[in-house]
């Protein structure tokens, strides 16, 4: 059974920094292409990154240059760095195995965790 | 970036309803288009493509289809179950997009 568990959310004064974490079973990480996908309170869905099998990396513009995504194969665990955080950051955060390239649908998820940014 | 229009916002209906919802992009984008359903306080599930190509184990009463900037969602006969937020993403291109929603609530 595909397992997808996020820990690593939590209040963060702005332009703090954060690193969420995705556990997985069920399946093989590096294998997979794996994203990170947020929702505002009461908002609409944003991906905001994307890690290809072969290693390449996608990111949304609202988050280039301040996240990255990465992974740990011998932990199975994806990876969110997030820095200089902004209070428009502030989302649940899942992370999503996502289909291969031509097909990128997030087929898992996780359940979440949240990232609050704020004074 | 590739706009995705989701139609109605809302929907009021009963058990037993055909519902249909739709979803129009932008721009054409082919037949990668994914459904989704979110219940209150969850994580978004996935449901269908839009050809019903790729499925997420769900009911068939859940059918998807279209191609180019136009496609559907249609549950045949609503369950309980069923009430929730919908959601549509394109995945022709990157960024990918979604829909802005459609609630199904019990009429």
């Known amino acids: 059974e595909v397992q997808l568990v996020e820990s690593g959310g939590g209040l963060i004064q702005p332009g703090g920094s954060l690193r969420l974490s995705c556990a997985a079973s069920?399946?093989?990480?590096?294998?997979?292409?794996m994203s990170w996908v947020r929702q505002a309170p009461g908002k609409g869905l944003e991906c905001v990154s994307v890690?290809?099998?072969?290693?390449?990396?996608y990111y949304a513009d609202s988050v280039k240059g301040r996240f990255t995504i990465s992974r740990d194969n011998s932990k199975n665990t994806l990876f969110l760095q997030m820095n200089s955080l902004r209070p428009e950051d502030t989302a649940m955060y899942y992370c999503?195995?996502?289909?291969?390239?031509?097909?990128?649908?997030?087929?898992?998820w996780g359940q979440g965790t949240l990232v609050s940014v704020s004074s | 970036d590739i706009q995705m229009t989701q139609s109605p916002s809302s929907v009021s209906a009963s058990v037993g309803d055909r519902v249909t919802i739709t979803c129009r992009a932008s721009?054409?984008?082919?037949?990668?288009l994914a459904w989704y359903q979110q219940k209150p306080g969850k994580a978004p599930k996935f449901l269908i493509s839009a050809a019903s190509s790729f499925q997420g184990g769900v009911p068939s009463r859940f059918s998807g289809s279209g191609s180019g900037t136009d496609f559907t969602l249609t549950i045949s006969s609503l369950q309980p179950e069923d009430f929730a937020t919908y959601y549509c993403?394109?995945?022709?291109?990157?960024?990918?997009?979604f829909g802005g929603g459609t609630k199904v609530e019990i009429k």
């Open positions: 890690i290809y099998g072969g290693g390449s990396t």
């Open positions: 999503a195995r996502t289909l291969s390239s031509g097909w990128l649908f997030f087929d898992s």
């Open positions: 069920g399946f093989t990480v590096s294998s997979n292409y």
């Open positions: 721009q054409s984008i082919s037949s990668r």
């Open positions: 993403q394109q995945a022709n291109s990157f960024p990918l997009t």
